[in-house]
């Protein structure tokens, strides 16, 4: 049998195409990697193997996050994972955004509310709201409202009958500006395209590469500043709130697509990182 370099980690379906999938395998078969394609939840994996795992498209759990957290340890016991696992954990739940807020970082206003807790919807002061859950991927349960619509508290009721959720204002700039979101890769930001609005059941639609404004670039390296130099990839998703000013949206360390397709030579970087960590972890 042929030497195995990384495990991969993905999902057995995934909700999506993977636009990273066919730069990425071109990429690591450039940099002379071998690659196994592993889905976190497939019980058929072997996760105790002593392989190291890089972290790509478990796009479904959060459907199941426990479970998540069980495979994350029990990978990370065998071998080292990429991104590191506390930087993982840390960055499951979007109550992260709360903590950015607290180092100075700005990022879209915020409300968590936890299981339980009464919110009075109108007293937020924004004529429409986003909500959706604490852990989510992609678009999972995000829903957009008017403020006064009584569907509005029924989502919220919903979703924190199982956890915590996010209540946030819609932000206006996403229309036209755009989500930027802006990608790391191996101690830097790479390139940045421009994303529209999506909501439960939407499909993606990106656009770029476009240049990485200075005040965006700023605020992307305060967000990424306490693990800028233990990660190998992320992303920030920015917006501009009424005043133009960048803030943070989302800070993706877990599974974030790189949209390397949208700037030539990004998957090679990242395998080439990618390469130069592994070698790293081999004794001798």
Not at 34 to 44: C, I, K, N, R, V
Not at 263 to 283: H, K, N, T
């Amino acid at each position: 049998m042929s030497r195995i370099d990384l495990r991969i980690a993905t999902c057995r379906e995934l909700p999506e195409p993977d636009p990273d999938a066919a730069p990425l395998a071109a990429a690591l078969a450039a940099a002379g990697l071998t690659a196994a394609l592993l889905g976190w939840d497939d019980p058929a994996a072997d996760w105790d193997a002593p392989i190291p795992t890089l972290v790509r498209t478990p796009w479904n759990y959060p459907l199941t996050p426990a479970a998540f957290l069980a495979w994350l340890d029990r990978a990370s016991a065998a071998a080292p994972v990429i991104n590191p696992p506390d930087v993982i954990r840390s960055n499951l739940r979007k109550r992260y955004l709360l903590a950015l807020a607290a180092r100075g970082v700005p990022v879209v206003p915020t409300l968590l509310v936890e299981p339980g807790q009464p919110v009075d919807l109108a007293a937020l002061a924004a004529p429409t709201l986003v909500i959706k859950p604490e852990i989510g991927a992609a678009s999972f349960a995000t829903r957009r409202f008017a403020a006064g619509d009584p569907a509005a508290l029924a989502h919220l009721a919903a979703l924190t009958a199982d956890g915590a959720a996010l209540v946030q204002p819609y932000v206006a700039s996403v229309d036209d500006h755009g989500e930027r979101a802006l990608i790391w890769i191996d101690g830097e930001l790479s390139h940045a395209i421009r994303k529209t609005p999506r909501f439960e059941g939407d499909a993606e639609h990106i656009a770029g590469p476009f240049a990485i404004a200075d005040d965006e670039r700023a605020v992307a390296e305060a967000a990424l500043a306490p693990v800028a130099d233990r990660i190998l990839y992320g992303r920030v998703d920015v917006a501009r709130d009424a005043a133009g000013r960048p803030m943070v949206m989302e800070l993706e360390l877990i599974d974030p697509s790189l949209y390397f397709a949208c700037c030539p030579g990004s998957a090679d970087r990242f395998a080439a990182a990618l390469r130069r960590a592994l070698a790293a972890l081999r004794p001798g």
